[in-house]
């Protein structure tokens, strides 16, 4: 008899779908109103931080002191790398694969 965990599996989906939708919400908002203090703004903010500040501390500064934050990329990459390898660890200990 199979369980059915397709409530895990959607969990996991559903989760790593809200955190690409928050660092996308967040450069947006960086776009458009990089000062703003509304409490959807900072609500995102407070979301995204913990994902993105380790990434652009590990960053190299460039030269001239314009930078390019590229952070909200490589936490896309990683958070979709990251739900491609839960997903398969899922279905791997399910016997699904």
């Known amino acids: 008899m199979a369980l ?5 599996v959607q969990g996991v989906v559903y989760f790593f ?5 928050l660092i996308f919400a967040r450069v947006i908002f ?5 000062r703003a203090n509304g409490p959807v ?13 380790p ?9 001239n002191g314009m930078m390019m934050d590229w952070s909200p ?9 990251t739900r491609y ?5 899922i279905f791997f200990l399910l016997g699904v694969v």
């Open 30 to 34: 960086s776009w458009l109103v990089p």
């Open 85 to 89: 390898a839960s997903l398969q660890l």
């Open 55 to 63: 990434i652009r501390n590990r960053l190299p500064r460039s030269a």
């Open 4 to 8: 059915d965990l397709t409530w895990l």
């Open 41 to 53: 703004v900072l609500f995102v903010h407070q979301c995204t931080e913990p994902i993105l500040a």
């Open 73 to 81: 990329l490589i936490a896309l990459l990683l958070i979709d790398l």
């Open 17 to 21: 779908r809200a955190l690409t939708f």
